[in-house]
Structure formats: structure tokens, C-alpha cells
């Protein structure tokens, strides 16, 4: 059986007060936190946690600073999960990537002091598999998040090259 990591790192270093306290406690729980003096660094070894739980108590805590309009993570969690923030169980997030790249950018709409962040993965794995390497980047800023994994640009290259009629098809 394969292993497959993603390693990931976000630039710049995020100022702690750029960050609702529900952002930073879902942060922290989806990639590693370090903390340099004002700020937080986050990065994974193995990639991005999927699946978190945060404990309610901390949750509604932490609810109490966020406006739902500038925090899609704060609505989100409002909305769906309205029962187990009342509640004293863990609430359990599922499908976290679908969500962080959000609350980086939201991260940076309302600092002053951000105006984008870039994101670094690098897709490796334990056995020599053709689909278990590559890579992805991302550029995050307030209006859009912009992101291409080298399977896409493999993609665009192939295209090109068969425009050029340089190959006569694309990839295997």
C-alpha cells in the first residue's frame, strides 16, 4: 500500500491580529502552528488535515469575536453546526480543504497588513507512482485565489505542444 503526503507551506507569516480567534483555532488544527513573537506560520509535513474536531466550548468562545459577514468559517459553523455549538462534544469538521484556502482569504480582506498569501504543496509518495508526484501552487489575495497543480500545467503544455504540432497526442 502507497502512502501519498502533501507537504504545504503558506507565505508570508500571518499577524495574530489578523485573525478572528475561530479562524486561528481552525487553522492550527488543519496545518501545524508555529508562532514567531506576533505572528503565526502555519505548514503541514504530511498535508493538510481533513477531518478536525474542535471542541465546543472553545467554539462558541470564539464565535463571541467573529461577524458571520467577514468570516465564512464563523457563518459556516453558525449554520451548520448550530445544535453542537450549544452542545459540550467535540464538533467534527469534515472536508477542511474544501474550506482553509477561505479563511486565508478572508484572513486578508480585512487585514491591513496582508494583501495576499501563497500556498506551496508538494504531492509525493512512498512508491514510485507516476500520480503520487507533482506539485500544486496558490496565490491567495482578497478578490481571488488563483491555484495550478503541475498536472495542469502538464496538461497546458501538451496542448500546446500538439498545437505546434510539435507531439501527435497528448499525454498517456
Known amino acids: 500500500m502507497a502512502d501519498y503526503f502533501t507537504p504545504t507551506v ?4 500571518i499577524p495574530l491580529a489578523a485573525m478572528v480567534p475561530i479562524e486561528r483555532i481552525f487553522l492550527a488544527q488543519v ?22 474536531s474542535l471542541p465546543a466550548n472553545e ?6 469575536a467573529a461577524m458571520p459577514e467577514t468570516s465564512r468559517l464563523a457563518q459556516k459553523l453558525i449554520d451548520e453546526q448550530p445544535d453542537a455549538i450549544l452542545g459540550e462534544d467535540d ?3 469534515d472536508m477542511c480543504g474544501d474550506l482553509w484556502a477561505d479563511v486565508l482569504q478572508d484572513i486578508i480582506r480585512r487585514s491591513p497588513d496582508l ?15 507516476p500520480d ?12 481571488t485565489v488563483r491555484s495550478e497543480s503541475t498536472h495542469t500545467l502538464f496538461d497546458r503544455f501538451y496542448a500546446e505542444a500538439q498545437a505546434n504540432g510539435e507531439i501527435g497526442h ?3
Not at 467554539?59 to 463571541?64: G, N, S
Open 59 to 64: 467554539v462558541r468562545a470564539a464565535l463571541e
Open 115 to 129: 494583501d495576499h498569501l501563497t500556498v506551496t504543496m508538494a504531492f509525493s509518495c512512498s512508491k514510485m507512482r
Open 31 to 52: 496545518f501545524d502552528e508555529e508562532l514567531i513573537g506576533e505572528t503565526a506560520y502555519y505548514f503541514s509535513e504530511d498535508g493538510a488535515n481533513d477531518l478536525i
Open 10 to 13: 503558506i507565505d508570508p507569516v
Open 170 to 172: 497528448g499525454h498517456s
Open 132 to 143: 503520487g508526484f507533482g506539485g500544486l501552487a496558490m496565490l491567495i489575495t482578497a478578490g
Open 91 to 93: 464538533i467534527d469538521l
